[in-house]
T-cell receptor, first 114, second 113 residues
Framework: EPEVTQTPSHQVTQMGQEVILRCVPI?????FYWYRQILGQKVEFLVS????????KSEIFDDQFSVERPDGSNFTLKIRSTKLEDSAMYFC????????????FGEGSWLTVV | SQQGEEDPQALSIQEGENATMNCSYK?????LQWYRQNSGRGLVHLIL?????REKHSGRLRVTLDTSKKSSSLLITASRAADTASYFC?????????????FGSGTRLLVRP
């Protein structure tokens, strides 16, 4: 079964450093998402991306965050200057044709900011 | 108020018993999806139910949706130890400008062997 793959599975970074989390969505999907889950808390929406631009972003997705689809297969989340409170599991997800379709999630990238 | 709240927060049952988890939400939706998450792992999609559907089945899973009460339930029949996980409902709000899911807090299910 096709799946969303994410790398790295776990990253430890120093506060203030830049981090890039990478994702390969399911190949024929058109909509891409990033969510995050702080330990013990809800899964929270960060951003959705379609047709090479952001469709919607949450309040969490401030100027420190950016997304990119650099080469037609990868989808990346960059955090420019990490803070302690950015420590969380970051999930990439994709869906086929948007509204009303199943959203498939990757295994997540666990980010620890020290 | 929060979109997508599950109850109970935690449920412990014996293997072979049925497990029922409930989800309530506040605003009208396009669809509702249930996911499973094993500890520290990714979100595995279980079932999507659309707002015009009332019940769906998939193997040992049965999901109901009552849009008048803004609630959904997930029933796992003949539970197994491997069903131990957190279960989340996620709603696609009708009035949102783009397609995204709002997750509930989840129900932690423990199935005792």
């Amino acid at each position: 079964e096709p799946e969303v793959t994410q790398t790295p599975s776990h990253q430890v970074t120093q506060m203030g450093q830049e981090v890039i989390l990478r994702c390969v969505p399911i190949s024929n999907h058109l909509y891409f998402y990033w969510y995050r889950q702080i330990l013990g808390q809800k899964v929270e929406f960060l951003v959705s991306f379609y047709n090479n631009e952001i469709s919607e972003k949450s309040e969490i997705f401030d100027d420190q965050f950016s997304v990119e689809r650099p080469d037609g297969s990868n989808f990346t989340l960059k955090i420019r200057s990490t803070k302690l409170e950015d420590s969380a599991m970051y999930f990439c997800a994709s869906s086929g044709t948007g509204a009303g379709n199943t959203i498939y999630f990757g295994e997540g990238s666990w980010l620890t900011v020290v | 108020s929060q979109q997508g709240e599950e109850d109970p927060q935690a449920l412990s049952i014996q293997e072979g018993e049925n497990a029922t988890m409930n989800c309530s939400y506040k605003t009208s939706i396009n669809n509702l999806q249930w996911y499973r998450q094993n500890s520290g792992r990714g979100l595995v999609h279980l079932i999507l139910i659309r707002s015009n559907e009332r019940e769906k089945h998939s193997g040992r899973l049965r999901v109901t949706l009552d849009t008048s009460k803004k609630s959904s339930s997930l029933l796992i029949t003949a539970s197994r130890a491997a069903d131990t996980a957190s279960y989340f409902c996620a709603t696609d709000p009708l009035m949102d400008s783009s397609y995204k899911l709002i997750f509930g807090s989840g129900t932690r299910l423990l199935v005792r062997p």
